[in-house]
């Protein structure tokens, strides 16, 4: 079991910047991929990005060159930098961990952070 708490959402108006944390209850060198997602109202859940243990990343082309996802090892942390807001980024964003053990596999998700951009 992999417990995965959010943090740093809020209010912000476009244009602005919002640093999300994720932080997952056992050492991230364990888990093979984290992610962040969002869900607005009324749309399905899509990815923004994921890292995987080796550091590879893939994220939307909606958010390519404004959002950047790292991981903080030590910290058993991944970030997702949001800068150049805009208001169809509006949504609640969660963290998701992706777990291979014991030739199974497990996904786990956070409760989720909202965050909302101002026009």
């Known amino acids: 079991q992999v417990q995965l708490v959010e943090s740093g959402g809020g209010l912000v108006q476009a244009g602005g910047s919002l640093r999300l944390s994720c932080v997952a209850s056992i050492t991230i060198f364990r888990i093979n991929a984290m992610g962040w997602y969002r869900q607005a109202p009324g749309k399905q859940r899509e990815l923004v990005a994921v890292i995987t243990r080796g550091n590879s990343i893939n994220s939307a082309d909606s958010v390519k060159g404004r959002f950047t996802i790292s991981r903080d090892n030590a910290e058993n942390t991944v970030y997702l930098q949001m800068n150049s807001l805009k208001p169809e980024d509006t949504a609640v964003y969660y963290c998701?961990?992706?777990?291979?053990?014991?030739?199974?596999?497990?996904?786990?998700w956070g409760q989720g952070t909202q965050v909302t951009v101002s026009s």
């Open positions: 998701n961990a992706d777990l291979i053990q014991g030739g199974s596999y497990y996904r786990y």
